[in-house]
């Protein structure tokens, strides 16, 4: 038996602690990267050897995706497909910073292949940490 709000959207069944800071967590933190990365991408291309461009305009692509997160993990009751659709987001960033260092598209010296990967494992504990208070969330109906 699901949980619907009058609009007949699923609801979460119990509140999560955890998935409501796990999200606005993703917020706080994509919020300072991609703020970091738009206003500071041509320091940040010297020193990572990675297209300004690149950084600028991921940067700036982050920041409607915060204003996302901070909207759906500051309502009262989280929407399921709300959450599932950060945490999908999540896992395509992770996704694509692997394939662009894969890839052969960009080469950035190693402090620039070192920020692309922590960026990326950061991005998959946020994934995770959802993941996991959505989990949390879900009640068994026997």
């Not at 320091?43 to 204003?67: D, I, N, Q």
């Not at 662009?100 to 995770?128: R, Y």
Request: hydrophobic share 60%; no cysteine; glycine share 8%.
């Amino acid at each position: 038996m699901a949980i619907l709000d009058p609009e007949g959207t699923m609801l979460f069944s119990r509140r999560s602690p955890v998935l409501r800071q796990g999200l606005l967590a993703d917020a706080v933190i994509t919020g300072v990267t991609g703020l970091v990365m738009f206003f500071g991408a041509s320091v940040l291309a010297s020193l990572l050897e990675l297209p300004e461009a690149l950084l600028r305009y991921a940067g700036l692509a982050l920041l409607p995706f915060v204003a996302y997160v901070t909207y759906v993990a500051t309502r009262e009751r989280l929407h399921r497909p709300a959450v599932w659709a950060v945490i999908l987001i999540n896992a395509l960033w992770v996704a694509a910073g692997i394939v662009l260092l894969l890839s052969g598209w960009i080469a950035p010296n190693a402090l620039g292949a070192v920020f692309v990967i922590v960026q990326a494992l950061a991005v998959a504990v946020f994934a995770d940490i959802q993941y996991l208070g959505v989990r949390r969330s879900m009640t068994t109906i026997a």
